[in-house]
């Protein structure tokens, strides 16, 4: 059981916008703005999309953006591409001792 | 170029032990916050163990007092050494450049870990 919760999956069609959600508590999301996202492509290595709630790397598409309200941060992705299916995870620094908790990630599938 | 390259992953025995590297280049492992992450086969991320700039270690509960992060200064490299393996530690490890606010880039390539009799 992972200690963020996420959906299991999601879908959108081309051109569509889809929102993935990652729900904590006030220990990790709610406390603190150092919630990251990540995509991972199959076989490939994870890759930062978003850190501290809402900035981008350079690099990443400004289609991709983050929020947060509460305990919940989320992820939208805008005009959804072919290359954008792979699995999202939401990440959160956390007051406990494990430093970072990861949510249990999300299948995007672009319809 | 900023890079990490993991290495030491391989097939092992329930009980036994291994020991993985991570070499960087491009920046210096003792001046930043590094992590190890896992991926079981068909699963989820899993954080399990940080090495602060200051020296500081922190380990999941689900590796305390079997796995240790270090790291060696004059190498550049930060490992992990898994002691009294377990099926369930079965993974792709990957380590990660970390920072205070828990940002892990860039990643490694990861280097599979097989526990099987």
């Known amino acids: 059981q992972s200690a963020l919760t996420q959906p299991a999956s999601v879908s959108g069609s081309p051109g569509q916008s889809i929102t993935v959600s990652c729900t904590g508590t006030?220990?990790?999301?709610?406390?603190?703005?150092?919630v990251s996202w990540y995509q991972q492509h199959p076989g490939k290595v994870p890759k930062l999309m978003i850190y501290?709630?809402?900035n981008r790397p350079s690099g990443v598409s400004n289609r991709f953006s983050g929020s947060k309200s509460g305990n919940t941060a989320s992820l939208t992705i805008s005009g959804l591409q072919a290359e954008d299916e792979a699995d999202y995870y939401c990440?959160?620094?956390?007051?406990?001792?494990?430093?970072?908790?990861f949510g249990g990630g999300t299948k995007l599938t672009v319809l | 170029e900023v890079q990490l390259v993991e290495t030491g992953g391989g097939l092992i025995q329930p009980g036994g032990s291994l020991r993985l590297s991570c070499a960087a280049s491009?920046?210096?492992?003792?001046?930043?916050?590094m992590s190890w992450v896992r991926q079981a086969p068909g699963k989820g991320l899993e954080w399990v163990a940080v090495?602060?700039?200051?020296?500081?270690?922190y380990h999941a509960d689900s590796v305390k007092g079997r796995f240790t992060i270090s790291r060696d200064i004059s190498k550049n490299t930060v490992n992990l050494q898994m002691n009294r393996l377990r099926a369930e530690d079965t993974a792709v490890y990957y380590c990660?450049?970390?920072?205070?606010?828990?940002?892990?880039?860039?990643w490694g390539q990861g280097t599979l870990v097989t526990v099987s009799s």
């Open positions: 090495i602060y700039s200051g020296g500081s270690t």
């Open positions: 006030s220990s990790d999301v709610g406390g603190y703005n150092y």
């Open positions: 990440s959160s620094y956390t007051t406990s001792s494990t430093h970072v908790v």
């Open positions: 990660a450049r970390d920072t205070y606010e828990g940002r892990l880039d860039p």
């Open positions: 491009g920046f210096t492992v003792s001046s930043n916050y």
């Open positions: 501290d709630v809402s």
